[in-house]
């Protein structure tokens, strides 16, 4: 099978790396992909939203399926442009039509969905540039601390949880007014704040079954202790060792089902992953975000640990028969490390030569923010998340110390890695 992976981070090298090892698999292109990605299939020059020029790569290299990593071409509705294709409809996209991907790429519509399907998650009330002087009224009445997100795709960026009232409004108004986040916050959603331990859960679904894939932790702060300014994440852990199978019951029954009853209630065929950001509340678990893709960095430490063929997933999605594929999952810990670029998340420079590559043993490396020197032909960093290193153990500790200790090995000017992922979860 001639497979299309579209999108160029450590998520889709992941992918590529678990779809290269199918037999199913006759050729694998990714776009754009990355420095590592080249190991896994041929990378080619395409923008993940110029969907033209992926239909003419696609019928000219007779591709058999597209698999979509990013969220941003399902929000813009790349699924239902291969749908409404007479040259394409008959080729899957495994990543959900538009009107499924605005459970990402719509806070409000995200929020108002679980209310009507009753699926547990904050308090809260969506506010336009027309209702600056109602949402201030509404942040009077709530109690510190405030929670305003975009609406929108604000590329991880648009959720701020604030302390004080003044700055909450202060930053409303810079939402709505001074447009903060751009379109993505033509309307802000404020929710009351849920206050646990988060984690992440995954579902792949052909739109009628579904397959729980294992849980995950991320870590969203650059900085040690969780502080500092958020990222699209300094690394993951999977299993979550709290996440039990009582725990995992309460998620499946409160949150998956409905969750996936409500699509199709709604006349939305969904194909592709769904991932749950969680919270657990005093032993509940309650809905923070839904995203329409796999996880980044989650997918680097969920992907690993999965060992059955991804590929043959993919085909029973787009057949609709997963039920009839097994899911297997390693039993062992599975830890991602982030190594990331000097002044990350905030202006960051690229081009720097990462070297120290060829000294790791016992771990995988997962390249994000990597490419090629077109003179010297080095790989250089081309991102603020640049690689992260994965490795198994057969406890959290010592899957960890081995991406900790690999991490070290690896060095650009301005290197920059947390050593305290998992202390939550000790």
Request: no cysteine.
């Amino acid at each position: 099978m001639n497979v299309l992976l579209i999108g160029s981070g450590g998520r889709e090298h992941a992918l590529a790396w678990k779809l290269a090892r199918s037999p199913l698999l006759t050729k694998l292109f990714i776009a754009p992909g990355n420095a590592g990605t080249t190991a896994t299939g041929e990378n080619v020059d395409l923008k993940s939203n110029d969907f033209e020029s992926i239909k003419n790569f696609t019928l000219e290299n007779r591709i058999q399926m597209v698999i979509v990593g990013p969220e941003d071409p399902l929000v813009n509705g790349i699924h239902d442009f291969f749908l409404e294709d007479q040259k394409l409809k008959h080729i899957p996209v495994i990543g959900p039509i538009k009107k499924g991907a605005m459970l990402e790429g719509s806070k409000d519509f995200a929020n108002n969905f679980m209310d009507k399907y009753g699926i547990p998650t904050a308090a809260f009330k969506t506010f336009n540039s027309g209702q600056i002087r109602e949402g201030l009224k509404y942040l009077e009445s709530k109690k510190p601390p405030y929670v305003l997100k975009a609406d929108g795709l604000a590329a991880g960026k648009g959720v701020l949880i604030l302390d004080s009232l003044e700055s909450a409004k202060e930053e409303l108004r810079e939402m709505l007014e001074n447009k903060k986040f751009g379109a993505a916050s033509a309307r802000v959603v404020i929710e009351d704040f849920l206050s646990g331990i988060e984690l992440s859960v995954f579902v792949l679904t052909d739109g009628k079954s579904y397959k729980i894939l294992p849980s995950a932790k991320d870590y969203k702060r650059i900085g040690e202790g969780d502080t500092g300014l958020n990222t699209g994440g300094m690394g993951s852990i999977s299993p979550v060792p709290f996440a039990d199978a009582v725990f995992m019951d309460k998620v499946e029954k409160r949150i998956i089902k409905p969750t996936i009853d409500g699509l199709n209630a709604e006349g939305i065929k969904y194909k592709g992953f769904v991932f749950f950001g969680l919270i657990k509340v005093d032993n509940d678990p309650y809905v923070i975000e839904y995203n329409v893709r796999m996880g980044d960095p989650e997918a680097e430490s969920v992907i690993p640990r999965i060992k059955t063929d991804l590929l043959k997933m993919f085909q029973a999605v787009a057949n609709e028969n997963l039920e009839d594929v097994e899911l297997d999952v390693d039993p062992d810990f599975a830890a991602a490390v982030f190594i990331v670029s000097g002044g990350y998340p905030e202006s960051y420079e690229k081009g720097k030569q990462i070297k120290g590559l060829d000294n790791i043993n016992d771990s995988i490396l997962f390249h994000a923010g990597t490419t090629y020197d077109k003179v010297t032909g080095n790989i250089i960093t081309n991102g603020g998340r640049v690689i992260a290193v994965t490795s198994y153990g057969k406890t959290m500790q010592e899957a960890l110390e081995k991406s900790f200790a690999n991490a070290a090995k690896i060095n650009f000017e301005g290197k920059y890695f947390r050593r305290d992922l998992g202390k939550d979860l000790l």
